[in-house]
Nanobody, 120 residues
Framework: QVQLVESGGGLVQAGGSLGLSCVAS????????MAWYRQAPGKERELVAS?????????ADSVKGRITISRDTAEKTVTVALQMNSLKSEDTAVYFC????????????WGQGTQVTVAS
């Protein structure tokens, strides 16, 4: 099993920057891809960015060029960071960290979510 602890988020003006962090601990050697999702009020949860085991990133078209995902593996933790620049009001959502845990099969783990509000 793994535990995911998110930090960051908050209120920022449009055009500003914000960083999110997700620290995974526990049986980190079974972790596969990790990602950030977001869910705006009245909308479905959507993928923002993901990173493979070796750190290869993928991004949703809506955030390309503005958001960077990074992954850092330490002895007992894996940290996935999301750096968000040039934020827009439409980026306002609850952001969730996601981790794929190889049981097998793949079991998804979710963080508790952190609110990001972009004021226009």
């Amino acid at each position: 099993q793994v535990q995911l602890v998110e930090s960051g988020g908050g209120l920022v003006q449009a055009g500003g920057s914000l960083g999110l962090s997700c620290v995974a601990s526990g049986d980190i050697f079974r972790l596969r891809a990790m990602a950030w999702y977001r869910q705006a009020p009245g909308k479905e949860r959507e993928l923002v960015a993901s990173t493979s085991v070796i750190g290869v990133p993928t991004y949703a078209d809506s955030v390309k060029g503005r958001i960077t995902i990074s992954r850092d593996t330490a002895e007992k933790t894996v940290t996935v960071a999301l750096q968000m620049n040039s934020l827009k009001s439409e980026d306002t959502a609850v952001y969730f960290c996601n981790a794929e845990y190889w049981v097998p099969p793949i079991r998804p783990y979710w963080g508790q979510g952190t609110q990001v509000t972009v004021a226009s």
